[in-house]
């Protein structure tokens, strides 16, 4: 039994809120159970150095945690000068996941920069932040559209995030902190609506897995992934 009650491939309530902020091109509020990030994807006419006059767009992203988005207050990582290597990580991963499925040369000299600010943590903040800078990102990007800066869609398909994991020998969908902190074996897996994998990490945590094991947290991703996009496309009213 997990300690909240869901079954192994159960995954925990979630919902993405649309246009939750009203300054920025596209923003939604995204929660994964006690999970909650703020997403917002703002749309700026220039690109980073090294793209200039290559005809194509890039999107990027930031993340950052609230100070009591945790059991305990966390200092600022403004107020220590530096980010730390977690917070880089998962930055990157992010926008590594949207770029995967946006055509960055139908974007044009444009570049969308998605910045997800974890409000409150109770496990799979990266997965939340994904699976929301996605709705974001559809957002702003419509606009772009409908504005007729761009003629094409650039974003070719969904992509999503979830966690997986080993807990007391049993593999188990989108873990809570309790799940995560106790875990024998966890990963994140992120997946686009067309079957495709961008990225998997899966880490022992004292307790290793077979193949088999590996392709039961997959089946379990895939499970929880078909929830998060026709969740996705319900806020984005597609």
Same mark, same amino acid.
């Given at each position: 039994?997990?300690?909240?009650?869901? &079954?192994?491939?159960?995954?925990?309530?979630?919902? !993405?809120?649309?246009? #939750?902020?009203?300054? $920025?091109?596209?923003?939604?509020? +995204?929660? #994964?159970?006690?999970?909650?990030?703020?997403?917002?994807?703002?749309?700026?006419?220039?690109?980073?150095? !090294?793209?200039?006059?290559?005809?194509?767009?890039?999107?990027?992203?930031?993340?950052?945690?609230?100070? %009591?988005?945790?059991?305990? %207050?966390?200092?600022?990582? $403004? &107020?220590?000068?530096?980010?730390?290597?977690?917070?880089?990580?998962?930055?990157?991963?992010?926008?590594?996941?949207?770029?995967? +499925?946006? =055509?960055?040369?139908?974007?044009?000299?444009?570049?969308?920069?998605?910045?997800?600010?974890?409000?409150?943590? =109770?496990?799979?903040?990266?997965?939340?932040?994904?699976?929301?800078?996605?709705? $974001?990102?559809?957002? &702003?990007?419509?606009?772009?559209? &409908?504005?007729?800066?761009?003629?094409?869609?650039?974003?070719?398909?969904?992509?999503?995030?979830?966690?997986?994991?080993?807990?007391?020998?049993?593999?188990?969908?989108?873990? =809570?902190?309790?799940?995560?902190?106790?875990?024998?074996? =966890?990963?994140? #897996? +992120?997946?686009?609506?067309?079957?495709?994998? +961008?990225?998997?990490?899966?880490?022992?945590?004292?307790?290793? #897995?077979?193949?088999?094991?590996?392709?039961?947290?997959?089946?379990?991703?895939?499970?929880?992934?078909? $929830?998060? !996009?026709?969740?996705?496309?319900?806020?984005?009213?597609?």
């Amino acid at each position: 039994m997990r300690p909240s009650g869901r &079954a192994p491939d159960q995954i925990r309530e979630l919902s !993405f809120e649309p246009g #939750f902020t009203i300054h $920025a091109e596209g923003s939604c509020l +995204v929660s #994964f159970g006690g999970t909650r990030v703020l997403v917002t994807a703002s749309v700026e006419d220039k690109v980073p150095p !090294f793209l200039r006059g290559k005809g194509q767009g890039w999107v990027t992203a930031e993340y950052g945690m609230l100070p %009591r988005a945790t059991h305990t %207050r966390g200092n600022r990582e $403004a &107020a220590k000068g530096k980010q730390s290597g977690r917070t880089q990580e998962i930055q990157r991963l992010i926008g590594r996941s949207l770029r995967a +499925v946006v =055509d960055l040369k139908a974007l044009g000299e444009r570049q969308i920069i998605v910045d997800c600010d974890v409000i409150q943590a =109770d496990g799979g903040t990266r997965t939340a932040a994904i699976s929301g800078a996605w709705v $974001a990102l559809r957002i &702003a990007v419509d606009k772009l559209l &409908a504005a007729k800066a761009i003629a094409k869609d650039p974003i070719q398909t969904q992509v999503a995030a979830v966690s997986c994991g080993i807990h007391n020998g049993t593999a188990v969908l989108d873990l =809570d902190y309790v799940e995560d902190s106790t875990a024998g074996s =966890d990963g994140n #897996f +992120v997946l686009t609506a067309d079957g495709a994998i +961008v990225e998997a990490q899966l880490t022992a945590e004292g307790e290793t #897995f077979d193949e088999e094991g590996l392709l039961r947290l997959l089946r379990l991703a895939r499970i929880g992934c078909k $929830a998060i !996009f026709e969740a996705q496309l319900r806020a984005t009213g597609r």
